[in-house]
């Protein structure tokens, strides 16, 4: 396509530049009922799956219809939500933290006749462009990163292994009849964007095997101290070798039975990548909760050492996570998380219920506080 200018001007890059100017403010954006009646709600109650309705102290009524997202979405997806928008809502729509999209309109009717709407769109392949549900104690959508569309440290895909998951979940995504609410995150590598230490069923991707080394290239694109002290267990130490041209140059040797694949090094040097089809795969974690609800926020704990990237469904994947959400849904007592449910039977028992293998790979053995991970009591359960 011909060049079109936006009046930059690249001999002036300076010129008429603007900065620092940050986000537009948020009050630009309010419905006129929630500019009206904010900071005066009385209650809200969840009419159905998906319909929430909030009630100010004047009486106003704030009809909200959730609808799921899949978060990574084209130009052309968001002018239909702003048709939407413009058609029931005055033109206003908000996304949830979980990247869901709410329309909003004050009155019931209004709220039902967009609800027809929105479930009767579809996509060509036939999936909802609109589901609605997400509230209450349902699966909620899956707080996810980028994978194989965009990062270059993934181990796992982020958009492939979610829409599976969902679809899987779609059930629990349009009911609400678990104990409580079930929050599944998914992160592609473990720097962990998102949410995955924290969520009640997690999903990350996992490298099994350590970083090659481009000693042609290291010490040209790497600042070797830095890919040295990136290294979670000292696996990495500086190195002279020896190319088969005869010339020396710096470089680092790994001591691969120090190596636990992590990716820190290559995320700080490009010549140490570990990316690997058969060595990557997903990790599944259980039992995070950020909410202070009843005990305190809790990190999820590894539960499923490994399972292999299988493209484009990752079956096994979404069996173990579905046995998952199937046995807590059967199991926990009303308003307990699954990290607390989990806590109050034993994780021994939550292995067996789950019909979870436990492997090694599960005991923490990284520096002092794996010892607190232990078992420091005779207290526990035969299974
Ligand atoms: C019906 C009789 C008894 C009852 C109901 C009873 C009950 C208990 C209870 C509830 C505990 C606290 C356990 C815990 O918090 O983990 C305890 C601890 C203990 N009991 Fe008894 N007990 C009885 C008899 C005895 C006798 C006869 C002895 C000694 C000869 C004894 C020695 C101890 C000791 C040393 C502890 C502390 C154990 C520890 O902290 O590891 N108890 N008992
Ligand atoms: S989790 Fe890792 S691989 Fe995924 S987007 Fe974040 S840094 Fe990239
Ligand atoms: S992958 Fe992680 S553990 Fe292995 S050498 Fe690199 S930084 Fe160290």
């Known amino acids: ?26 009050a630009e954006f309010y419905p006129p009922v929630i500019k009206k009646n904010k900071g005066k709600w009385l209650y809200h109650e969840i009419l159905e799956p998906g319909i929430i309705v909030h009630v100010a102290e004047g009486g106003d009524e704030l009809y909200t219809i959730r609808c799921g997202g899949c978060r990574l979405m084209s130009v052309s997806h968001i002018r239909e939500i702003m048709e939407i928008a413009d058609k029931y809502c005055d033109g206003y729509v908000r996304w949830t933290t979980r990247n869901n999209v709410e329309f909003m309109t004050d009155t019931k009717e209004k709220a039902m006749s967009m609800k027809d709407d929105l479930l009767a769109r579809k996509q060509p392949g036939g999936c909802y462009k609109f ?63 998102g949410a995955v230490h924290c969520s009640d069923i997690a999903i990350l991707g996992y490298h099994r095997k350590p970083p090659m080394i481009d000693t042609e290239y290291i010490d040209k694109m790497c600042e070797i101290p830095l890919a040295i002290a990136a290294c979670p267990t000292a696996a990495i130490r500086p190195a002279k070798v020896e190319l088969p041209d005869g010339t020396k140059v710096n470089s680092v040797a790994v001591k691969e039975e120090r190596c636990m694949f992590c990716g820190n090094c290559y995320t700080m040097c490009p010549s140490m990548p570990l990316a690997d089809t058969e060595g990557d795969g997903i990790v599944l974690m259980a039992g995070g909760k950020i909410s202070n609800r009843i005990d305190a926020p809790k990190f999820s704990k590894v539960v499923v050492a490994f399972i292999p990237n299988e493209v484009p469904r990752w079956p096994t994947m979404t069996t173990v996570i579905k046995k998952m959400v199937d046995v807590y849904s059967a199991d926990a007592n009303k308003y307990e998380r699954l990290g607390q449910w989990a806590e109050r039977i034993g994780w021994e028992k939550f292995f067996e219920k789950c019909e979870l293998e436990f492997t090694h790979h599960l005991i923490d053995d990284f520096r002092d506080p794996a010892y607190y991970t232990w078992r420091q009591t005779t207290n526990f359960k035969f299974t």
Not at 167 to 181: G, S, T
Request: net charge neutral; hydrophobic share 35%; proline share 7%.
């Open 131 to 193: 589901p609605i549900g997400g509230t209450g104690a349902s699966v909620t959508n899956i707080v996810h990163t980028q994978g194989w569309i965009h990062c270059h440290t993934p181990a796992t895909d982020a958009s492939g292994t979610v829409k599976a998951t969902m679809d899987v979940m779609f059930d629990q995504w349009e009911n609400m009849k678990l104990p409580a609410k079930l929050r599944i995150s998914m992160a592609c590598c473990l720097n962990m964007c």
């Open 1 to 26: 396509m011909a060049f079109i200018s936006s009046g930059y001007n690249p001999d002036k890059p300076m010129e008429n530049r603007i900065t620092d100017i940050g986000p537009r403010h948020y």
